[in-house]
């Protein structure tokens, strides 16, 4: 059996929920590992600092701080490509145009909707 590195023997002593409660000791671990590939070397102070601070990030209620971080809001930012809406369109129609649609009894509007549709197909 390896000894155990004094350090980790030291860290767990001072985190009494270390060994007893599983899912802080599970995340430890989990940390562990993520701190490890990080670059943290296991027997320095850095690595124990900052898997304490992970471990009070991931359960900030069981180390007295109630309060729950909340993000700050993104503000939302026009993209730098606008769609420019295209303006209304009149149609203006002519005197032949206006008497066609009278004798066929169609409101202009509908009329110039429908001349509208044709010109753009």
Known sequence: MPEADP???DWASK???????RPMTFTAFEIHKDVVNEGFD???DEYYAEIDKRIKVDFPHKF????TT????VQSV???NRSVKQGRKTVRLTSSQVHIAKKLG???EEYAKQLKLTEGA
């Open 7 to 9: 350090m980790a023997e």
């Open 15 to 21: 985190n009494t929920w270390f060994g007893r409660d």
């Open 42 to 44: 296991p027997k320095s």
């Open 64 to 67: 007295g701080n109630s309060e």
């Open 70 to 73: 909340t993000p700050k809001p």
């Open 78 to 80: 026009a993209s730098a």
């Open 106 to 108: 169609v409101p202009l």
